[in-house]
């Protein structure tokens, strides 16, 4: 079984082998405390000033992970898999 830590999966970069895009870091993981898994990624992507609101944040399901490697974290995902925080902040928080 291999192992790594969330410190260590932060600084893998986010790469789209749909379409090669670069997609980011991983900043936040959502993860379900009764069974100890990752549900999703969160990967943090600025737009400008990242402190007058030009952050957009992407959550990738954990399904949507093909491959964690040494460089890279690998995912496939068509445009409608992955969604926003805006519409994850709609959700109830549990």
């Known amino acids: 079984m291999r192992k790594i830590s969330t410190r260590d999966l932060s600084e893998l970069e986010v790469v789209n082998i749909c379409n090669g895009e670069k997609i ?3 900043t936040e993981y959502e993860i379900d405390l009764d069974c100890g898994q990752i549900l999703s990624i969160v990967v943090s992507r600025c737009e400008g000033f990242a402190w007058f609101g ?7 399901k954990w399904d949507k992970i093909e491959c964690v490697g040494e460089d ?3 995912v496939k995902l068509a445009g409608s898999e992955c969604y926003s925080c805006d519409s994850k902040k709609s959700r109830k928080k549990r």
């Not at 030009?54 to 990738?60: A, E, F, K, P």
């Open 72 to 74: 890279a974290i690998l």
């Open 24 to 26: 980011g870091y991983p």
């Open 54 to 60: 030009g952050r957009n944040d992407i959550v990738i």
